[in-house]
Protein backbone atom coordinates (compact mmCIF):
# COMPACT_ATOMS: atom_id res chain seq x y z
CA UNK A 1 0.00 0.00 0.00
CA UNK A 2 1.41 3.54 -0.76
CA UNK A 3 0.83 6.41 1.02
CA UNK A 4 -0.32 9.36 -1.36
CA UNK A 5 1.84 12.43 -0.31
CA UNK A 6 0.37 15.76 0.47
CA UNK A 7 1.12 19.09 2.20
CA UNK A 8 0.97 18.30 5.59
CA UNK A 9 1.81 20.47 8.83
CA UNK A 10 5.54 20.32 9.52
CA UNK A 11 6.91 19.15 5.99
CA UNK A 12 8.69 21.80 3.60
CA UNK A 13 6.40 22.45 0.81
CA UNK A 14 8.05 23.78 -2.58
CA UNK A 15 5.55 25.86 -5.01
CA UNK A 16 5.41 28.03 -7.83
CA UNK A 17 3.03 30.59 -7.01
CA UNK A 18 1.73 33.44 -9.68
CA UNK A 19 0.30 36.30 -7.03
CA UNK A 20 -2.50 38.96 -9.02
CA UNK A 21 -3.71 42.20 -7.51
CA UNK A 22 -6.26 43.99 -9.26
CA UNK A 23 -5.14 42.24 -12.47
CA UNK A 24 -1.60 42.97 -12.04
CA UNK A 25 0.96 39.98 -11.08
CA UNK A 26 2.17 41.36 -8.51
CA UNK A 27 4.65 38.55 -7.49
CA UNK A 28 5.42 35.15 -9.58
CA UNK A 29 8.13 32.37 -9.00
CA UNK A 30 8.11 30.85 -12.19
CA UNK A 31 9.33 35.06 -13.45
CA UNK A 32 11.98 34.59 -10.77
CA UNK A 33 12.57 30.95 -11.71
CA UNK A 34 13.14 30.54 -8.03
CA UNK A 35 10.33 27.71 -6.88
CA UNK A 36 9.43 29.49 -2.56
CA UNK A 37 10.20 27.12 -0.29
CA UNK A 38 8.43 27.21 3.25
CA UNK A 39 7.38 25.35 6.07
CA UNK A 40 3.52 24.07 6.48
CA UNK A 41 1.79 25.51 9.43
CA UNK A 42 4.42 27.89 10.76
CA UNK A 43 2.31 31.07 9.09
CA UNK A 44 5.64 31.20 6.91
CA UNK A 45 3.30 32.27 4.48
CA UNK A 46 0.27 33.97 4.05
CA UNK A 47 -2.00 32.63 6.25
CA UNK A 48 -5.18 32.22 3.58
CA UNK A 49 -2.58 30.58 1.03
CA UNK A 50 -1.22 28.13 3.88
CA UNK A 51 -4.34 27.08 4.79
CA UNK A 52 -5.54 26.34 1.28
CA UNK A 53 -2.15 24.61 0.38
CA UNK A 54 -2.96 22.06 3.20
CA UNK A 55 -4.29 18.85 1.80
CA UNK A 56 -2.96 19.01 -1.59
CA UNK A 57 -0.40 16.94 -3.57
CA UNK A 58 2.55 17.14 -5.55
CA UNK A 59 1.88 18.17 -8.71
CA UNK A 60 -1.72 19.82 -8.12
CA UNK A 61 -2.83 23.29 -9.43
CA UNK A 62 -4.97 25.83 -7.53
CA UNK A 63 -6.26 29.31 -7.88
CA UNK A 64 -6.54 30.87 -4.52
CA UNK A 65 -8.76 34.03 -3.52
CA UNK A 66 -7.45 35.28 0.14
CA UNK A 67 -9.26 38.04 2.04
CA UNK A 68 -7.25 41.11 3.01
CA UNK A 69 -8.35 40.00 6.50
CA UNK A 70 -6.29 36.78 5.59
CA UNK A 71 -4.06 38.27 3.66
CA UNK A 72 -2.41 41.68 4.14
CA UNK A 73 -4.95 43.26 6.32
CA UNK A 74 -7.45 45.93 5.88
CA UNK A 75 -6.49 49.45 5.63
CA UNK A 76 -6.29 51.01 9.10
CA UNK A 77 -7.90 54.55 9.52
CA UNK A 78 -5.30 54.96 11.72
CA UNK A 79 -2.33 54.47 10.31
CA UNK A 80 -1.88 57.61 8.63
CA UNK A 81 0.33 60.54 10.22
CA UNK A 82 1.31 64.14 9.00
CA UNK A 83 4.33 66.13 9.03
CA UNK A 84 5.31 69.31 8.12
CA UNK A 85 6.81 69.55 4.47
CA UNK A 86 10.15 71.42 6.22
CA UNK A 87 10.74 68.57 8.60
CA UNK A 88 11.50 66.10 5.72
CA UNK A 89 15.03 65.48 4.93
CA UNK A 90 16.79 67.27 2.09
CA UNK A 91 17.44 63.94 0.43
CA UNK A 92 13.94 62.58 0.10
CA UNK A 93 11.94 64.40 -2.69
CA UNK A 94 8.61 65.52 -1.02
CA UNK A 95 6.23 64.16 -3.86
CA UNK A 96 2.89 61.90 -4.11
CA UNK A 97 3.82 58.33 -4.54
CA UNK A 98 7.06 58.16 -3.02
CA UNK A 99 7.56 55.21 -1.03
CA UNK A 100 10.44 55.44 2.03
CA UNK A 101 11.20 53.94 5.26
CA UNK A 102 10.45 54.93 8.44
CA UNK A 103 11.17 54.02 12.46
CA UNK A 104 7.67 53.60 14.36
CA UNK A 105 7.68 54.54 17.83
CA UNK A 106 9.27 51.59 19.07
CA UNK A 107 12.52 52.32 16.74
CA UNK A 108 11.28 49.83 14.35
CA UNK A 109 11.73 50.13 10.64
CA UNK A 110 8.07 50.98 8.92
CA UNK A 111 6.92 51.44 5.58
CA UNK A 112 5.64 54.56 4.90
CA UNK A 113 4.26 56.36 1.51
CA UNK A 114 3.45 59.92 0.45
CA UNK A 115 -0.37 59.96 0.22
CA UNK A 116 -1.02 63.49 0.06
CA UNK A 117 0.41 66.85 0.37
CA UNK A 118 -1.67 69.89 1.47
CA UNK A 119 -0.71 73.28 3.05
CA UNK A 120 3.01 72.27 2.97
CA UNK A 121 1.62 69.12 5.47
CA UNK A 122 2.72 66.05 4.05
CA UNK A 123 -0.15 62.97 4.44
CA UNK A 124 1.85 59.92 5.49
CA UNK A 125 0.39 56.56 4.79
CA UNK A 126 1.60 53.52 6.72
CA UNK A 127 -0.60 50.68 5.23
CA UNK A 128 0.60 48.17 3.85
CA UNK A 129 0.60 48.80 -0.08
CA UNK A 130 -1.32 45.13 -0.64
CA UNK A 131 -3.78 45.90 2.53
CA UNK A 132 -7.64 46.17 1.68
CA UNK A 133 -6.21 44.18 -1.58
CA UNK A 134 -8.12 40.77 -2.53
CA UNK A 135 -4.70 38.50 -3.45
CA UNK A 136 -5.58 36.06 -6.39
CA UNK A 137 -2.87 33.35 -6.12
CA UNK A 138 -2.16 30.74 -8.39
CA UNK A 139 -0.36 27.64 -7.28
CA UNK A 140 1.26 24.27 -8.21
CA UNK A 141 2.81 22.04 -5.43
CA UNK A 142 5.89 20.88 -6.90
CA UNK A 143 7.93 18.98 -3.63
CA UNK A 144 7.40 17.99 -0.20
CA UNK A 145 10.01 16.87 2.41
CA UNK A 146 10.55 16.54 5.35
CA UNK A 147 11.66 19.29 7.57
CA UNK A 148 15.38 18.72 9.11
CA UNK A 149 14.95 18.93 13.38
CA UNK A 150 16.53 22.45 12.82
CA UNK A 151 14.04 23.67 10.67
CA UNK A 152 11.48 22.76 12.87
CA UNK A 153 13.46 24.12 15.26
CA UNK A 154 13.88 27.44 13.89
CA UNK A 155 9.79 27.41 12.16
CA UNK A 156 11.09 27.96 8.57
CA UNK A 157 12.45 26.77 6.15
CA UNK A 158 16.61 26.02 5.17
CA UNK A 159 18.24 26.44 1.95
CA UNK A 160 19.87 23.58 0.69
CA UNK A 161 23.23 23.08 2.04
CA UNK A 162 22.94 26.04 4.09
CA UNK A 163 22.44 27.06 7.58
CA UNK A 164 22.30 29.45 10.19
ZN1 LIG B 1 16.84 29.04 10.51
Do not use: C, W
Request: hydrophobic residues 35%; proline residues 4%; without cysteine.
Amino acid sequence: MTEEKEVKNDLIVSINYTLKVDNEVIASSIEDEEPLEFLQGHGNIIIGLEREILGMKIGEKKDVIVSPVDGYGEIDEEAYIEIPSNQFPENIPVEVGIELEIQDEDGNPAYARIEEIENNIVLLNLNDPLAGKELHFSVEVLELREASEEELDHGHAHQEGHSH
